[in-house]
């Protein structure tokens, strides 16, 4: 038994090494290794050991093939005899980094016409400087509008295009892209970073540290997309760091909380508004607190009652609360009554 599972594991990682190098066609695996497969008895699951031969790249790679697992696993299942193909999970191999393993990836590559080690140093400034020149080609071509103005020009692409660049460049150094030149690509410096970084603390901290170039509220209401919170209740204190920064950081913070409105979270999210001034901040806390509304108007009208805003923007509320078609004229007169 111990013999066949062996086989199996190497049927798998032959089979595997072949997909990923070969067949899923992207820059990152050309420099992939399978170094070793492992599969549990019932031949459900199966952890595939792999290192890039770079190892600044390894975490790169395990996550772009746990994204593309799936597809992974059926493009391997059409080549596998056995009853069942396992469901894959990709780990770095942490034994690879010595100079004797990069030696036998070499001969491998050699071996199987992948690229050499020498090959790989020689070529990584032309790769660099080619993404990111296919990067800049890509955003002109999906142009819908040229508009240059403050010195920066703007292609005005569609958000769906935007988010297609996110997904194809997402592996791009971030560090190459020049900033304050091209709109989107100061808005595809944030989205990429974001989309990677899957730990809140870490966004908003690069967020707050580049606030500079968030360079109006279409940016940022598009990066809010990238923002990673795993509940309100665990996340809201750390999203209070944006209340000390920006006008543009303060209105990221409205945005992301509007996704988090329901019935369970009305009191939590009234105890998080401010007292804005920031027109730019005021028109996100308005829309937040009309979502709000529509939830629960006596709880909030309540809440708003009884806490100091200023003038603008109780206005602001009042304005927005006439449009929304479930208020209560009861509750404008309320709210107008606060102003006088």
């Given at each position: 038994?111990?013999?066949?599972?062996?086989?199996?594991?190497?049927?798998?990682?032959?089979?595997?090494?072949?997909?990923?190098?070969?067949e899923l066609k992207n820059e990152?695996?050309?420099?992939?290794?399978?170094?070793?497969?492992?599969?549990?008895?019932?031949?459900?699951?199966?952890?595939?050991?792999?290192?890039?031969?770079?190892?600044?790249?390894?975490?790169?790679?395990?996550?772009?093939?746990?994204?593309?697992?799936?597809?992974?696993?059926?493009?391997?299942?059409?080549?596998?005899?056995?009853?069942?193909?396992?469901?894959?999970?990709?780990?770095?191999?942490?034994?690879?980094?010595?100079?004797?393993?990069?030696?036998?990836?070499?001969?491998?590559?050699n071996e199987s016409k992948m690229?050499?080690?020498?090959?790989?140093?020689?070529?990584?400034?032309?790769?660099?400087?080619?993404?990111?020149?296919?990067?800049?080609?890509?955003?002109?071509?999906?142009?819908?509008?040229?508009?240059?103005?403050?010195?920066?020009?703007?292609?005005?692409?569609?958000?769906?295009?935007?988010?297609?660049?996110?997904?194809?460049?997402?592996?791009?150094?971030?560090?190459?892209?020049?900033?304050?030149?091209?709109?989107?690509?100061?808005?595809?410096?944030?989205?990429?970073?974001?989309n990677n970084k899957k730990d809140?603390?870490?966004?908003?901290?690069?967020?707050?540290?580049?606030?500079?170039?968030?360079?109006?509220?279409?940016?940022?209401?598009?990066?809010?997309?990238?923002?990673?919170?795993?509940?309100?209740?665990?996340?809201?204190?750390?999203?209070?760091?944006?209340?000390?920064?920006?006008?543009?950081?303060?209105?990221?913070?409205?945005?992301?909380?509007?996704?988090?409105?329901?019935?369970?979270?009305?009191?939590?999210?009234?105890?998080?508004?401010?007292?804005?001034?920031?027109?730019?901040?005021?028109?996100?806390?308005?829309?937040?607190?009309?979502?709000?509304?529509?939830?629960?108007?006596?709880?909030?009208?309540?809440?708003?009652?009884?806490?100091?805003?200023?003038?603008?923007?109780?206005?602001?509320?009042?304005?927005?609360?006439?449009?929304?078609?479930?208020?209560?004229?009861?509750?404008?007169?309320?709210?107008?009554?606060?102003?006088?």
């Open positions: 038994m111990a013999d066949k599972k062996g086989r199996v594991n190497e049927v798998i990682r032959r089979n595997l090494s072949e997909i990923i190098i070969y990152l695996t050309h420099y992939c290794s399978i170094n070793g497969v492992f599969t549990t008895k019932d031949y459900s699951y199966c952890k595939v050991y792999v290192s890039h031969i770079d190892e600044n790249k390894n975490e790169n790679l395990v996550n772009f093939l746990n994204k593309r697992k799936g597809q992974i696993r059926s493009m391997l299942s059409k080549r596998l005899s056995i009853y069942k193909t396992p469901e894959l999970i990709f780990v770095i191999d942490t034994n690879v980094i010595n100079m004797n393993h990069i030696e036998k990836l070499v001969k491998e590559a690229y050499t080690l020498k090959d790989y140093k020689n070529d990584q400034k032309k790769k660099l400087k080619n993404t990111y020149d296919h990067l800049l080609k890509d955003i002109k071509k999906l142009a819908i509008k040229k508009i240059v103005k403050n010195n920066i020009t703007k292609y005005n692409l569609k958000s769906k295009d935007l988010k297609s660049l996110v997904d194809k460049y997402e592996f791009l150094d971030i560090k190459e892209i020049e900033l304050d030149k091209i709109y989107e690509l100061n808005l595809l410096y944030f989205s990429i970073y974001l809140l603390s870490s966004q908003v901290s690069f967020i707050l540290e580049n606030a500079d170039y968030l360079l109006d509220k279409k940016l940022v209401d598009f990066i809010s997309n990238y923002i990673f919170i795993s509940s309100l209740k665990d996340n809201a204190t750390t999203l209070t760091s944006f209340t000390i920064g920006s006008p543009l950081t303060k209105r990221l913070r409205y945005e992301i909380l509007i996704n988090y409105v329901n019935k369970l979270n009305i009191d939590r999210l009234l105890h998080l508004l401010n007292d804005e001034e920031e027109k730019v901040v005021i028109e996100m806390e308005v829309k937040l607190i009309d979502k709000l509304y529509t939830e629960d108007k006596n709880k909030v009208i309540n809440f708003i009652s009884t806490v100091s805003f200023n003038e603008k923007l109780l206005r602001g509320i009042i304005k927005k609360l006439t449009k929304n078609e479930f208020s209560k004229e009861r509750d404008i007169n309320i709210l107008e009554n606060l102003i006088s």
